[in-house]
T-cell receptor, first 113, second 113 residues
Framework: DGGITQSPKYLFRKEGQNVTLSCEQN?????MYWYRQDPGQGLRLIYY???????QKGDIAEGYSVSREKKESFPLTVTSAQKNPTAFYLC????????????FGPGTRLTVL | AQTVTQSQPEMSVQEAETVTLSCTYD???????LFWYKQPPSRQMILVIR??????QNATENRFSVNFQKAAKSFSLKISDSQLGDTAMYFC??????????FGGGTRLMVKP
């Protein structure tokens, strides 16, 4: 089945630690995205990538980093510099950026202890 | 910058009845796309419907239809024959060609038996 997978579903981190969230897609999409969702709010764009080995900052990139070494994979690292990392993180992909529908993974809930 | 406003934080509807969710947006662009996404308790974002701004005909998907008023910058979602499984957060989203998605704050819909 084609789709987007995110792992783990729940993640706990101690303050001061970096943590990496996984996002994989087998839809052959060129573009991938990371969003953050806080309780009762909409989605805010963290980073996006339109093609392998290229990525751009979104609205709230501070404290986060990404890589895009393979078309299928777009991992997100939440660094210790992120002041308030507890949130729900959603990964999405689309055939291309800026014209096509984005499809979402199931999300990862990150809690900082 | 584009903005998307959903003025109804919460709504409820009786099973089998019809409900309309409101969305307005602000842009000076002429070519863009509009979306409604559903986020059930599982928290996965699911595409409900998509509308291209250049199309005058309102999009429909089974029980879901939109009322797209380009001049008024309004994009409401009508759900007919509401079902218990329609209970979810609904997000309106907007994308200018070549740009990223902008989400509204969401409307929580409760379908009552």
């Amino acid at each position: 089945d084609g789709g987007i997978t995110q792992s783990p579903k729940y993640l706990f981190r101690k303050e001061g630690q970096n943590v990496t969230l996984s996002c994989e897609q087998n839809l052959n999409h060129d573009a991938m995205y990371w969003y953050r969702q806080d309780p009762g709010q909409g989605l805010r764009l963290i980073y996006y990538s339109q093609i392998v080995n290229d990525f751009q900052k979104g609205d709230i990139a501070e404290g986060y980093s990404v890589s895009r070494e393979k078309k299928e994979s777009f991992p997100l690292t939440v660094t210790s510099a992120q002041k308030n990392p507890t949130a729900f993180y959603l990964c999405a992909s689309s055939i291309d950026a800026g014209t096509d529908t984005q499809y979402f993974g199931p999300g990862t809930r990150l809690t900082v202890l | 910058a584009q903005t998307v406003t959903q003025s109804q934080p919460e709504m409820s509807v009786q099973e089998a009845e019809t409900v309309t969710l409101s969305c307005t947006y602000d842009t000076s662009e002429n070519n863009y796309y509009l979306f409604w996404y559903k986020q059930p308790p599982s928290r996965q974002m699911i595409l409900v419907i998509r509308q291209e701004a250049y199309k005058q005909q309102n999009a429909t998907e089974n029980r879901f239809s939109v009322n797209f008023q380009k001049a008024a910058k309004s994009f409401s979602l009508k759900i007919s024959d509401s079902q218990l499984g329609d209970t979810a957060m609904y997000f309106c989203a907007f994308m200018v060609t070549g740009n990223m998605l902008t989400f509204g704050g969401g409307t929580r819909l409760m379908v009552k038996p």
